[in-house]
């Protein structure tokens, strides 16, 4: 089983680095390519809020490499420096998708409001499960009841993984909807953006594939235990 695992957890590793390998190429490329109206990705953003009359979000510039979020807790828009500065497909794109989040938020969409309500949980849960795991695989013969422990930690934040799959690829939906009608990225443009926010949210499926094989396995070698 411990092979199988290490195939399986090597394999879904490979998975996420080829994945992300593929975002950042695909950045890079429609990085390259200007729009056509010339909009800023703080600009797209403006107009994106204005557009679904939402007054009460800030957009900020943020520090790194696609470290675009918006956070709802502070109704602030961060943007990367390329994407708040840069003119193209990709800084439209990406702009758009975190708007997309302020958009949901503004609707109150279920799935956000629902993965909002859970991160403290995942956050103690991610914190947690990093001490867990070493004690849980030391101890798991005289307290197998620490594995338990673990898997319910696990389970928390592989559960957070798949509730941000669909807030992540309707943010995406909006952008795209909303950069089409709005006219700010059509023919080439828009075929752009749809490959690029596809490619970011295959990252998402990446991850959270990758924390439902790590529960499994913990699932497995519980029970494994608890028959000997």
């Not at 195939?7 to 950045?27: C, E, M, P, W």
């Not at 107009?47 to 696609?66: E, S």
Request: aromatic share 14%; net charge positive; with cysteine.
């Amino acid at each position: 089983m411990d092979m199988f695992y290490w195939v399986i957890i090597i394999g879904f590793s490979i998975i996420g680095f080829l994945v992300s390998n593929r975002l950042k190429s695909k950045f890079k490329q429609y990085s390259q390519v200007s729009l056509r109206s010339g909009m800023s990705g703080r600009e797209v953003a403006e107009a994106m809020l204005r557009y679904y009359g939402i007054n009460d979000v800030q957009i900020t510039q943020g520090q790194g490499f696609l470290s675009d979020h918006y956070n709802p807790v502070t109704k602030i828009v961060n943007l990367s420096p390329e994407v708040y500065q840069g003119r193209s497909i990709s800084s439209a794109a990406v702009a758009a998708h975190e708007c997309g989040h302020a958009v949901q938020h503004a609707n109150a969409y279920v799935w956000l409001k629902f993965r909002s309500a859970i991160v403290p949980f995942v956050n103690v849960a991610a914190m947690a499960q990093q001490w867990l795991l070493l004690a849980a695989f030391m101890l798991l013969n005289s307290f197998p009841a620490l594995m338990l422990i673990t898997i319910i930690a696990f389970a928390v934040t592989t559960a957070f993984a798949f509730i941000t799959l669909p807030v992540e690829f309707d943010a995406s939906r909006r952008a795209l909807v909303w950069l089409d009608e709005s006219g700010t990225a059509k023919g080439t443009e828009y075929d752009g953006a749809k490959d690029a926010l596809w490619w970011a949210a295959m990252t998402y499926v990446s991850a959270a594939l990758s924390a439902l094989a790590m529960l499994l396995y913990l699932v497995l070698r519980y029970m494994g235990s608890s028959r000997n």
